[in-house]
Antibody
Framework: EVQLVESGGGLVQPGGSLRLSCVAS????????MSWVRQAPGKGLEWVAA????????GYADAVKGRFTVSRDNSKNMLYLQVNSLRAEDTAVYYC????????????????WGQGTMVTVSS | EIVLTQSPGTLSLSPGERATLSCRAS???????LAWYQQKPGQAPKLLIY???SRATGIPDRFIGSGSGTDFSLTISRLEPEDFAMYYC??????????FGQGTKLEIK
């Protein structure tokens, strides 16, 4: 079964940091680009970051550029999101998501999502 | 960044009726890299349509995606009770950043 499981969320003070993790199973992890998408309470989906299968190329939303870093360890089937300089507006459920096709150079639609991990930024 | 605008914000219909949801992009979406997702409360989104008009695996044929360039639509031909949910469009492709629309809530009338 193809599965994504996130962890690492929690309550953090403004200006703090966290590292979110996502463990993948049931597919050849290194062949697929992976992304992070977040959803603030009661709000819509927001694309956050994505990284190609080899890990060498990544992209970020303007709202998180310079504060968040996406990375992956293909030997461990793990996706990460290092989140620094957190703000109240970063409070959200963070989902990791798998690209639907193993295409080189293209970030694709997401066919598999994790259950999400909640990040709350508050003093 | 391409901005996606969905309309209407809320759509109130009855089971058996036809639903049409719109997604308009601020600039042309290359190669029709446009997807639609369904999300129910407390659940992760579910992929319905990719490439503007291709149904994802296991998605019933009452879900129909269409459009190109800047104007896209999701049509649900005959609403089933389980179709009442939030729907989001999503633009993807070669060059991030990418984006989602703000969503359309499909509710039972």
């Amino acid at each position: 079964e193809v599965q994504l499981v996130e962890s690492g969320g929690g309550l953090v003070q403004p200006g703090g940091s966290l590292r979110l993790s996502c463990v993948a199973s049931g597919f050849t992890f290194s062949e697929f680009a992976m992304s992070w998408v977040r959803q603030a309470p009661g709000k819509g989906l927001e694309w956050v970051a994505a990284v190609h299968g080899g890990g060498s190329s990544a992209g970020y939303a303007d709202a998180v550029k310079g504060r968040f870093t996406v990375s992956r360890d293909n030997s461990k089937n793990m996706l990460y999101l290092q989140v620094n300089s957190l703000r109240a507006e970063d409070t959200a459920v963070y989902y990791c998501a798998k690209d639907s096709w193993p295409r080189n150079g293209v970030f694709d639609a997401f066919d598999i999502w994790g259950q999400g991990t909640m990040v709350t930024v508050s003093s | 960044e391409i901005v996606l605008t969905q309309s209407p914000g809320t759509l109130s219909l009855s089971p058996g009726e036809r639903a049409t949801l719109s997604c308009r992009a601020s600039q042309s979406v290359s190669s029709d890299y446009l997807a639609w997702y369904q999300q129910k409360p407390g659940q992760a989104p579910k992929l319905l349509i990719y490439g503007a008009s291709s149904r994802a695996t296991g998605i019933p044929d009452r879900f129909i995606g269409s459009g190109s360039g800047t104007d896209f639509s999701l049509t649900i031909s005959r609403l089933e009770p389980e179709d009442f949910a939030m729907y989001y469009c999503h633009q993807y492709g070669r060059s991030p950043p990418f984006s989602f629309g703000q969503g359309t809530k499909l509710e039972i009338k």
